[in-house]
């Protein structure tokens, strides 16, 4: 927390540099140094003030907002990639709950299809089949569980 406090007032601080520029002759030629090049050497100061000029979004806001303000931008935005992060790991963990459903499912169906065309096999295709509809709904459970977590996070993202 403090290494962001830190950091946050640091880029709101006013950036400015000066430097100094020799201007000079040599062979004909015209020549810019920050030593002097020669005995004629003119001496020239340019002062570059970031600050004055912003050529991003983030330094004009930086300009114009109260450290509070920049310490709760920096807070939202890492909010918000915190629940970017808790979104996508969630839309993983779906994706492996259908995969590992949509295995056991394929494994008893590939089973069922030994039942043979007796009494025992019909009882145990019946036996089969219910295995497969309490696999499935537990799966689609778990499956909506993780479906609303995604869209309540989706929804606090939005609001932020």
């Known amino acids: 927390m403090k290494l962001i406090v830190i950091s946050s007032l640091l880029w709101i601080l006013p950036l400015s540099a000066a430097a100094t520029v ?3 002759e040599v062979n004909g030629v015209m020549t810019y140094s920050q030593i002097p090049c020669s005995d004629d050497a003119e001496l020239t100061e340019y002062a ?3 600050a004055s000029s912003p050529t991003n979004p983030q330094q004009q806001a930086a300009q114009t907002e109260s450290p509070a303000e920049t310490l709760a931008r920096v807070r939202d935005a890492l909010v918000k990639r915190d629940l970017q992060l808790e979104i996508t790991k969630l839309k993983g963990d779906k994706a492996r709950l259908q995969s590992r459903r949509d295995i056991e499912i394929t494994k008893l169906r590939q089973s069922k299809l ?9 009882v145990w295709e019946e036996s089969v ?3 497969m509809a309490a696999i499935a709904a ?3 459970t778990d499956i909506q569980a993780v ?3 995604i869209d309540r996070l989706s929804k606090q993202l939005r609001r932020l």
């Open 22 to 24: 020799y201007k000079c």
């Open 48 to 50: 570059v003030d970031e």
């Open 114 to 122: 030994q039942a043979n065309n007796n009494l025992a096999g019909a």
């Open 129 to 131: 089949s219910k295995e």
């Open 138 to 140: 537990q799966y689609d």
């Open 147 to 149: 479906d609303s977590e």
